[in-house]
């Protein structure tokens, strides 16, 4: 499927100089990132190059070892304690396999930031999560069951529901994609797509999946080395000089997800 480019904007995340170490590992080291206003962009990485840790980094759940995280302009881990969350509220972020409660109902998942964060009444906060288990594309009858009776994908639709509670400006997801069945997976990309467009929103998705990064991905960072090694369109980053981007993007994997990405002749 063909999509129109998309011009880059300002930044509204700019990581400068980053270094996260663990005792004497050291996961990154004077990595730099931006990531634009109202994009899609996918990071990659082999095992271990430290994906989740730069969005734990970016979000506030981790102290980096050094360098600056700048959102919206401002030095996230230098700002007072009230400062930094009302920034951190304009975040969604939708963990790896969900992470919802498991003694809340769906509703009751999403409805508690609306209730902790935003002071609503349980009674205006369940009203307002309905309307995002909708935007989530979930069906009514999954708004009062736990999560241990969801199927996979109904999981990562409740956990995105979460994620848009705040009405976010940033989405924040880990490996959404994963586990969930071909047509599963297509439809949340597709979905992800929709809510960009509607909403505006920027958002910064961890994956491996390469029918994702081809289909809904306006720039793609690939972290090697310590460090984000290309920052670009799919395009560009397939074709990079490098032996890990080369086994990634021109593997049998890579090859059927590219050719399964070309517009057809009736497109």
């Known amino acids: 499927m063909s999509r129109p480019t998309r011009p880059p904007a300002e930044a509204v995340i700019e990581v400068r100089g980053l270094c996260n170490r663990f ?36 979000v506030g759940l981790r102290q980096p070892s050094e360098g600056s995280v700048r959102v919206f302009g401002q030095d996230l881990p230098s700002l007072p304690e009230q400062h930094r969350s009302r920034i951190e509220r304009r975040f969604g972020v939708l963990f790896q396999k969900g992470a919802l409660f498991t003694s809340l109902t769906v509703t009751e998942n999403v409805a508690l930031p609306l209730i902790e964060h935003a002071g609503l009444s349980r009674a205006d906060a369940e009203h307002l999560a309905a309307v995002k288990l909708a935007l989530a594309g979930l069906p009514l009858s999954a708004a009062d069951k736990y999560p241990a009776s969801l199927s996979g994908g109904m999981v990562k639709r409740a956990a995105l529901a979460r994620a848009l509670a705040l009405d976010p400006d940033i989405l924040f997801l880990d490996e959404p994609t994963a586990g969930l069945d071909p047509v599963g997976a297509a439809a949340f990309d597709q979905l992800i797509l929709t809510l960009r467009d509607a909403l505006g929103l920027s958002v910064f998705l961890i994956t491996h999946d390469l029918d994702t ?35 990634y993007f021109h593997g049998p994997r890579g090859r059927a997800a590219y050719l399964a990405a070309q517009p057809t002749n009736e497109e």
């Not at 990659?44 to 970016?58: A, D, E, M, T």
């Not at 690939?222 to 080369?246: F, P």
């Open 23 to 58: 005792g004497k590992q050291s996961v990154h080291e004077h990595l730099d990132l931006d990531v634009y206003k109202g994009e899609i962009l996918g990071v990659v990485g082999g095992s271990g190059s430290g994906k989740s840790v730069l969005l734990r980094s970016i």
């Open 213 to 247: 990064l081809y289909t809904i991905t306006d720039r793609v960072a690939v972290l090697a080395q310590k460090k984000v090694l290309v920052a670009d369109a799919i395009d560009v980053v397939s074709e990079t000089a490098d032996a890990w981007i080369h086994q």
